[in-house]
T-cell receptor, first 109, second 120 residues
Framework: GQNIDQPTEMTATEGAIVQINCTYQ??????LFWYQQHAGEAPTFLSY??LDGLEEKGRFSSFLSRSKGYSYLLLKELQMKDSASYLC??????????WGAGTKLIIKP | GAGVSQTPSNKVTEKGKYVELRCDPI?????LYWYRQSLGQGPEFLIY????????DSGLPNDRFFAVRPEGSVSTLKIQRTERGDSAVYLC??????????????????FGPGTRLTVT
């Protein structure tokens, strides 16, 4: 079967750094996506990794290791507005996205 | 530019009724996806259109669910004989042929605001 695992909930402090992990087992791999979803809103695209290594975009970075079936999203200089759910999704051999359940990130002042 | 739009934003219906949910994708996006999402879960794939045809409908839970995209733009998700278990947020997403992320094409999906369906 296909499976995406990520922690259910994490808590961090404003101004700090947090790393959200994602492990996956899918039939084929054609890229990994991270999306941000605020409560009651639609997911919005954050990052995409298809090759091993780190992709940096402002305060957000995403890392991929295909051999380990592992990715993480790193958020720096946390702001209160970063409180949201973070969804990991893998595009499989059929080019469909397999989604994790999301990690709810709570930022405290 | 205009994003993906969905109507209605909320729909309350009685068990057994028929509902239609509409999605208007980003202009020029050939790929269109329907998902449903329950609280605390990631999106669950329902159906994928490439142009007018359903390229993959393997996620439709049963034959009460049907979707069309007759002109390759707007899509309608139709649910017959609704059940309480159909209550969820129905999300639509569209995608272009790709955009550059680093040196590779990402084909990221852009989501609409969703339709919250409640079956009483």
């Amino acid at each position: 079967g296909q499976n995406i695992d990520q922690p259910t909930e994490m808590t961090a402090t404003e101004g700090a750094i947090v790393q959200i992990n994602c492990t996956y087992q899918t039939s084929g791999f054609n890229g990994l996506f991270w999306y941000q979803q605020h409560a009651g809103e639609a997911p919005t695209f954050l990052s995409y990794n298809v090759l091993d290594g780190l992709e940096e975009k402002g305060r957000f970075s995403s890392f991929l290791s295909r051999s380990k079936g592992y990715s993480y999203l790193l958020l720096k200089e946390l702001q209160m507005k970063d409180s949201a759910s973070y969804l990991c999704a893998v595009r499989d051999s059929n080019y469909q996205l397999i989604w994790g359940a999301g990690t709810k990130l709570i930022i405290k002042p | 530019g205009a994003g993906v739009s969905q109507t209605p934003s909320n729909k309350v219906t009685e068990k057994g009724k028929y509902v239609e949910l509409r999605c208007d994708p980003i202009s020029g996006h050939t790929a269109l996806y329907w998902y449903r999402q329950s609280l605390g879960q990631g999106p669950e794939f329902l159906i994928y259109f490439q142009g007018t045809g359903a390229a993959d409908d393997s996620g439709l839970p049963n034959d009460r669910f049907f979707a069309v995209r007759p002109e390759g733009s707007v899509s309608t998700l139709k649910i017959q004989r609704t059940e309480r278990g159909d209550s969820a947020v129905y999300l639509c997403a569209s995608s272009s042929r790709g955009s550059i992320w680093g040196q590779v094409l990402s084909y990221e999906q852009y989501f609409g605001p969703g339709t919250r369906l409640t079956v009483t």
